[in-house]
């Protein structure tokens, strides 16, 4: 596979990027500006550009990244053949690639694009840009969209409510005891091992209610589960149906080595319709490593497959951190369920973010 990289600035060497210490020294005509590769030739068929800064700190701004295609015959002569939002202080926190697929066509030239609006604090030391082919959707079964669940997710109208959350309706929330007393509780406590404790039996009761209420908890589903510790609803997964893994992270171990000792290919790690993981494995981390795992488990996941990471809050993961999570994940083009965060100032702990992976650039 044929890897390209490409100068971040090569369309406007001399000017100026918005995010401080990278490009020219002149002063950019556009206060947006933050890099324009020049126009390459790309291999005709499924592309994929990556994007990755070096040493970025930001403290607020949202950069839109673009691919925009040059058909000398086309009509009109440039379009736009993709489209990424993300935000720079999650990018600089949790520090990851930005991975923009595209379909390249014969006798086309490409360029890759960066451009921030709005306020940006954000500095780097350095960008790099690649472009490499990629497996087609048609000939990798993991691309193909998720058939489980197509029906059941919907965009909210508001990403965050005040309403109270509760397991008859479950989106992202976290523990109240109040659904303790809901028959959703009882129902699948009673289906669960006795002697957990309620925090424990509602945070599996509430994985069960979201794989039942977004369709994936069905015959065929393939699901992956990622704990730390004892992890009983795989069992009932499998028995509805699903093809569920489960792996064990040791204590100090990652997601990516648990799975790269379990799986015998890297294929057999991707494609999943659906994946969720306890709390247990997220410990006491932050918003910045809450939206690293999601971006890990997105990549797992086929596109419109479900993901269901279990968090806990506290001082290193509030609303506002939560709210920032969801941000991103739409401006991705994925769809995080409504956050409904009850009083969790004053009752830290396990708090669901769900999230559904976006089928753009996906055939249906």
């Known amino acids: 596979m044929t890897v390209q990289t490409l100068d971040p600035f090569g369309y406007w060497p001399a000017q100026r990027s918005r995010i401080r210490s990278l490009g020219g020294p002149e002063r950019s005509t556009d206060t947006n500006y933050v890099f324009h590769s020049a126009y390459v030739a790309v291999p005709a068929g499924p592309a994929l550009a990556e994007i990755a800064f070096d040493d970025l700190v930001a403290s607020v701004g949202m950069i839109a990244v673009r691919i925009f295609q040059h058909l000398p015959d086309g009509q009109p002569l440039v379009t736009e053949r993709g489209k990424l939002t993300a935000l720079l202080p999650s990018l600089a926190a949790a520090p990851r690639s930005i991975k923009l697929p595209f379909e390249a066509v014969p006798g086309a030239t490409y360029a890759v694009t960066g451009y921030v609006f709005g306020e940006c604090e954000a500095q780097a030391r350095g960008l790099s840009i690649t472009v490499s082919g990629r497996v087609a959707e048609l000939e990798d079964p993991a691309r193909t969209r998720s058939l489980f669940g197509r029906l059941k997710a919907r965009r909210a109208g508001a990403m965050v409510s005040s309403d109270s959350p509760q397991l008859a309706w479950p989106v992202s929330q976290g523990f109240t005891t109040d659904q303790i007393h809901e028959p959703d509780f009882a129902r699948l406590g009673a289906q669960l091992p006795a002697g957990a404790s309620p925090v424990e039996t509602w945070e599996a009761a509430y994985i069960l209610r979201v794989l039942e209420q977004y369709g994936r908890l069905e015959a065929g589903a393939r699901g992956l589960a990622l704990s730390a510790g004892a992890e009983p609803i795989a069992r009932i997964a499998t028995e509805a149906g699903c093809n569920v893994q489960s792996i064990f992270v040791a204590p100090g171990g990652t997601m990516d080595a648990a799975c790269s000792a379990h799986f015998s290919t890297p294929g057999e790690g991707i494609g999943f319709d659906f994946i969720y993981t306890r709390s247990d494995l997220f410990g006491s981390a932050d918003a910045g490593r809450a939206a690293k795992m999601i971006d890990?488990?997105?990549?797992?996941?086929?596109?419109?497959?479900?993901?269901?990471?279990?968090?806990?809050?506290?001082?290193?993961l509030d609303r506002h951190g939560l709210n920032r999570i969801v941000l991103e994940l739409a401006a991705q083009g994925h769809i995080a369920a409504q956050v409904r965060h009850a009083d969790l100032e004053r009752a830290p702990g396990p708090?669901?973010?769900?999230?559904?992976?976006s089928t753009e650039a996906t055939i249906a």
């Open 351 to 357: 708090f669901g973010i769900v999230v559904r992976a």
């Open 296 to 316: 890990d488990l997105l990549g797992r996941v086929r596109p419109g497959g479900l993901v269901i990471l279990l968090a806990t809050t506290g001082p290193n």
